[in-house]
């Protein structure tokens, strides 16, 4: 299913050569002033081609309100946001069709889907869609004044000299992982439950959801396995729930508790690298050497906060709802 | 919600020093043939008190069919099972109440529900929920023939000799972390989907609703971020999806590929340490002096995977439901 | 599935014959004091055997509360309630198995489940587990505080004289249908939305949901299709939404507004007359005459109302949780 | 929410005088051949202005698929279809906005939205969304095969004679009610469950999910409370369910039995009826006189049969799904 949230839903839809990509905002709150300027930056920063490592594609990336606002505010229904396809080379990918991209969703959708799929550009698994998902949590974070919510890269192939480790890719003419770091701050306490509802476990579940993502870890995370209890057990020293340390990144039992929320997020080399490869080609049933063309991300980390940013923000603003923290009309 | 899964779906409820733990599973196709016995392997290895490090608190963990099966197969209908608590011994809870323990949800659960929550044994918190769900695998697993899930500790305390790792907290009388790998074989391919259903974020979303995990990783996972592009994709090499390497750890795209399904999980150390704490009394407002009293596990990843199989069973069980691969009568 | 509800979620099992019928409620706010007793009156209600033309068998129907309250206060977490089985005469249905009776879902049950459904006493179809129903819905109706829910039979077998109704029943020998009216006062205006979560479209799902409803009509319902527009208007008279007349019965949009709130079912004669029927044999693949044994009900409708208002108090207990009217915490 | 069905699962949104109506269809099987030209027949039948008492508003009504179709068929990705708004007059509302019209949502919208909805034309509560419904409809059509689903307006303003019941209509100057049968035919045995998930159950709930629908009855319904049960009970005669009679309808403890599917619906007469009326004036807080001006059906009953044929397509689809009598992928 292509729909997440409980309260405040979002649908996504398209496909990145197809007309549109899309999605669609349930449960949103009426009374919001809304106008595509505040998802105007969000949205510039998941634009690639600004700096060194990202696809030169360059979309507009403009957001049409189909639905759901009026008078330039939200009417309490349903708010689907449109951003058309424009700059296409889909003859890219044609020519690509025989030999099913390793690292790629080609030989999986095909086995799924039966050849029904639209490969072009990834179609419907295209990162594109991710452009929806920053949109609708531009309105999550209107709705959640007085929360910070921050990604950043801090790692590149294993460098945290960002710079270096892009650059030893470039050199290699490869593509390269990283790993992004997400803070959280301004948080109410009492947020999620144990078992199915956790924060953990809604986090984790959705930003599994972001193309490219091998890992997630809260806290100190894998690091914990390696640590003793009185180590790890973070003190609590004040009334209001603060610790003396954070290694459990804010989420104790599966609930806020008011500290800063941390999480961090290990992501895949990009798939297409510019290095040669050998892989199957169907058509000859032959393990071949290619190559890749078309227009891509050398290290997809870098392209990756902002959608981060904006799976927490639509995790986040659910769970607010739930517990009854943001009305049902702003006013 | 208590609840998880889409249409093999299960519902958790009960408390540590309640009545009982229990489970309802509602899905469950009609004519297979169940009987505790076929559930009692792997609630004998979910108990504790068996090995070194694990808590001496042994309930008999028999469950209990209270409806959906009847002349010894299931129904069709919800099959609930439950765990009378008998084991009992509240008064260590009682005395400690004043203290929130670190890393316990003492805190939170108090934050959230006001007090009126279960606190003792951790209540609806506590691991002994896991029973219902290690009895509901069970029957995800009979209805899974040819399918492998094995999950096994592969590290204690940043030791790979796990006798050795545990030996360590031993003398520290300490508490001490865990990786859990988990590995999947006979698996089709074509379970799951891009984004929100990807196969990727529901394992991750119910890994995360067992107590104590604290990161997940897929194929290589976190060593993803250090790699080039080229090193870490997958040579496809046989036309049924079997690639060269595995280093997507049998998912693509969301999607399993038909290779081998390949998790590991991070766990604390756990919380309820021998080892003398400082925290605060809510009674005083002082930050004090305490021990923890109580049975517990010195290193709860020792228990942790027949619980990661487990959930694994039931993800997966619903994923072959979704795609017709298991018939509405079992005959 | 077996469930129902968005926050105030209730999962009914058990079988008539069986073990148990029970019930689980999540999404309970914590902290409301909850006892047997206050779901007696009910449950006392909904017993058969009290007066002529309902069943002679007898439960004791006691409300064993196997989770979620502590203290004699709701927890927040899931409440479970098993009512045990002792009054049962199964050879009763045993002998009837080889002609499925009209009317009831005897030869469904038997085609979808393959046979491996439990046949006694109607299993799962039973209308038993309303009992788990109504018991969830006195812990609703103590939610809503304020809240008058009124159900009561107006018709039995076309007579308003309830009492003639009922004994032309009885001196027909045979088993009779009814009207049942529900009438709640004091709702909120602004539970429910236009299209697919309108209080009607929930309130008709669930009641649907009790056996041998057979139609729902709201406000002036059926009648409505008879008149013209100008006389089934409810003029507006008041700031508050108050109108002259009730024609929407307190529904307009999907949304109620403020009014009181009507509607009514039909209710199917019971399928189990005393009157001999001519049926197929299955074993013999003739159709023969036979006459059903057993206890039973010669006019269900009668024991209807206290379960068409559970139904009634779970939806509206939803849906106030839902517009953020009733806290997550009781105090 | 504005989102309906467990596999094949539709998302409707959009205003009437907004910039679009649409629906999203999510769980669509892919290789499904598809076309507007597959829907046309259909969104030509829902569309007003072709008989005496329909409303004279045209639009074009052209299905614009914005994802999920490549190459003419069905991907297996959400299916996005937009209907653009054209022939839009809202200047007719905004005069009419200080009176909450009678029957209709002005005034509960007002309430519950706090005067941030879309009241143009009824905004989001507009029977224009239902081109969108009917669209997804007829992909639910093409999906089964030999099965053949129904609707007609049975009666107007009481009368079986319809020409006779319109011009009563037309000739007091107002609007009509009217009954709507639904028959199908084709069906297989074994659709749906007792309790939540009944045939009747989801059926109802869509039903009133579609404007001015005040009762919902299946098989021989209201009568059938007014009858014995050796009457109604109908006998069952062959092997494959088929039975002498039909007063359940298709419908027995929630599930298909192989007979004709039947149920009946209620229609209220237009709210907008060209009557003078009284009701409350918002800005003066005084009862006044008024008419209502804009393009109106005077027998909106006239308009129900295809979206009644639509929404049951969408439930039977979504049933038959659940049953795995739909595959994954169409060849």
Redesign the interface.
């Known amino acids: 299913?292509?729909?997440?949230g409980?309260?405040f839903?979002v649908?996504?839809?398209?496909?990145s050569h197809?007309?549109?990509?899309?999605i669609?905002i349930?449960?949103c709150p009426?009374?919001l002033s809304l106008s595509p300027e505040d998802l105007a930056a969000d949205l510039e920063r998941r634009k690639g081609g600004k700096h060194k490592g990202t696809t030169p594609r360059q979309e507009e990336d403009f957001p049409i309100?189909?639905?759901?606002v009026?008078?330039g505010?939200?009417?309490?229904?349903?708010?689907?946001i449109?951003f058309e396809n424009k700059n296409i080379r889909s003859e890219d990918y044609t020519k690509q069709r025989s030999i099913?991209r390793?690292?790629?969703?080609d030989?999986?959708?095909h086995?799924?889907?039966?050849g029904?799929?639209?490969y072009r550009g990834g179609?419907?698994?295209s990162a594109r869609?991710t452009a929806g998902i920053v949109a609708a949590a531009g309105i999550a974070k209107k709705l959640m004044k007085g929360l910070n919510i921050h990604a950043e890269v801090i790692?590149i192939?294993?460098n945290k000299d960002l710079e270096k480790g892009l650059q030893n890719?470039i050199d290699?003419k490869?593509?390269?992982?990283?790993?992004v770091e997400c803070r959280v701050n301004g948080l109410p306490?009492?947020l999620g439950?144990?078992?199915?509802?956790?924060v953990?476990?809604?986090l984790?579940?959705?930003?599994?959801?972001i193309?490219a993502?091998?890992?997630?870890?809260?806290?100190?995370?894998?690091?914990?396995?390696?640590?003793?209890?009185?180590?790890?057990?973070?003190?609590?020293?004040?009334?209001d729930?603060r610790?003396k340390t954070n290694?459990?990144?804010g989420v104790?039992?599966?609930?806020?508790?008011?500290n800063e929320l941390v999480f961090r997020l290990?992501?895949?080399?990009?798939?297409?690298?510019p290095?040669e490869?050998?892989?199957?080609n169907?058509d000859t049933?032959q393990?071949e050497k290619f190559s890749i063309k078309g227009r891509h991300d050398l290290c997809v980390?870098l392209r990756a906060p902002v959608i981060v940013e904006a799976v927490t923000a639509l995790v986040l603003c659910d769970f607010m709802m739930?517990?009854?923290k943001i009305?049902?009309?702003i006013?």
């Open positions: 299913m292509n729909s997440f409980q309260i839903r649908s996504i839809f398209g496909e197809g007309e549109c990509v899309g669609t349930d449960g009426a009374g309100f189909k639905s759901g009026f008078n505010k939200t009417t309490g229904f349903p708010i689907t449109l099913p390793p690292g790629h969703a030989w999986v959708a086995q799924k889907f039966g029904f799929e639209d179609g419907h698994f869609l790692e192939g294993g890719a290699a490869d593509s390269v992982g990283g790993i306490a009492g439950e144990p078992w199915f509802n956790s953990e476990s809604v984790a579940h959705i930003v599994f959801a193309p993502v091998r890992g997630i870890e809260f806290g100190t995370g894998f690091a914990a396995a390696k640590m003793f209890g009185s180590e790890h057990n973070d003190a609590i020293m004040e009334m729930g610790t290694h459990a990144g104790v039992g599966g609930i806020t508790n008011g290990a992501i895949k080399p990009t798939s297409s690298t290095k490869q050998k892989s199957l169907w049933e393990v980390a739930l517990e009854q009305p049902r009309i006013e």
